[in-house]
């Protein structure tokens, strides 16, 4: 059993510290466990309604969502050496499955010629036409300056374009940034955030929304133990981070008020002077 997890993803340390977390029924009066029964059967009674059914489905949904989201912010931020940015388009639409076999040839050329090439994709729908396409990071050296998405495109990079298109990817169009050109890490953010808007209306159970490339990624340490310190002792060991946000919120078990006895207190920190995500 352990009560503080620590996540560790580059430059970020995420806490989680948990407090008065209950499982135990045998210690709840009868009377609780009554009322609490009666708050079953009500459960199962709504469950079965195809609304309350719905509405589980979107809040599970946008769950998932968010715990991507998560992931693959935590990917990025141990992989700071993923600065080319790269959206893959559809010329002619395909549904789910080709677009993931073509997604697949375009990754097994990749490698032919990058060795060892870092890179995590993400599955979006577009707004406006509801087109599936593809935003991912690698790591793919760039010998030239690319523009901005504030600048008109040069010729030069509308040739590398074309002929990385020409090689790679012969569905569509391809877009090349460079997130050093991009004010930082705005596009990055923008992967990683914008994930739960495009996706959490769409029914994509059995859908992979995201992928990487798991031989060659650097992935986040985690380290779950039990401790008696209190949250002030453990934000003292990490001095030389700053707390960029904080909340809590509560688990396990309900008394007899329907309210959790348990909560988690979370913790999100960046080494100071460092660019947060």
């Known amino acids: 059993m352990y009560n503080l997890k620590i996540i560790q993803s580059g430059d970020r340390i995420e806490i989680y510290k948990i407090n008065n977390y209950v499982v135990n029924e045998s210690k ?11 708050v079953e059967e009500l459960d199962n009674i709504e469950a079965a309604e195809d609304e309350s059914k719905e509405k589980q489905s979107i809040k599970d949904r946008v769950r998932n969502l968010i715990d991507a989201r998560n992931n693959i912010i935590r990917l990025i931020k141990c992989n700071p050496d993923m600065q080319t940015f790269i959206t893959l388009t559809f010329a002619e639409e395909q549904d789910y499955k080709e677009s993931k076999a073509s997604l697949n040839n375009f990754f097994n050329k990749l490698r032919r ?25 690698a790591n793919i050296p760039i010998k030239i300056r690319l523009s901005s998405s504030n600048e008109k495109k040069s010729d030069q990079h509308k040739k590398l374009e074309q002929n990385f298109q020409k090689k790679y990817w012969n569905h569509g169009w391809v877009d090349i940034r460079s997130l050093n050109q991009e ?21 994509l159970e059995g859908y992979r929304v995201y992928g990487y490339s798991r031989k060659t990624l650097n992935k986040p340490l985690q380290e779950k133990v039990y401790t008696t310190d209190n949250i002030e002792d453990i934000l003292k060991k990490y001095s030389e981070y700053d707390i960029e946000f904080s909340n809590s919120y509560g688990i396990g078990y309900r008394d007899y008020k329907g309210k959790h006895i348990g909560t988690v207190s979370y913790f999100d920190l960046s080494k100071k002077g460092e660019i947060i995500l």
């Open 28 to 38: 709840i009066d009868e009377g609780h466990k009554l009322i609490d029964k009666l």
């Open 113 to 137: 010629h990058y060795p060892g090439v870092k890179y995590l994709w993400v599955l979006e729908y577009g707004e406006l036409h509801n087109r599936l396409h593809y935003h991912l990071l």
């Open 183 to 203: 004010d930082n890490t705005n596009i990055a953010l923008y992967v990683a955030t914008y994930i739960v808007k495009s996706l959490e209306d769409l029914d």
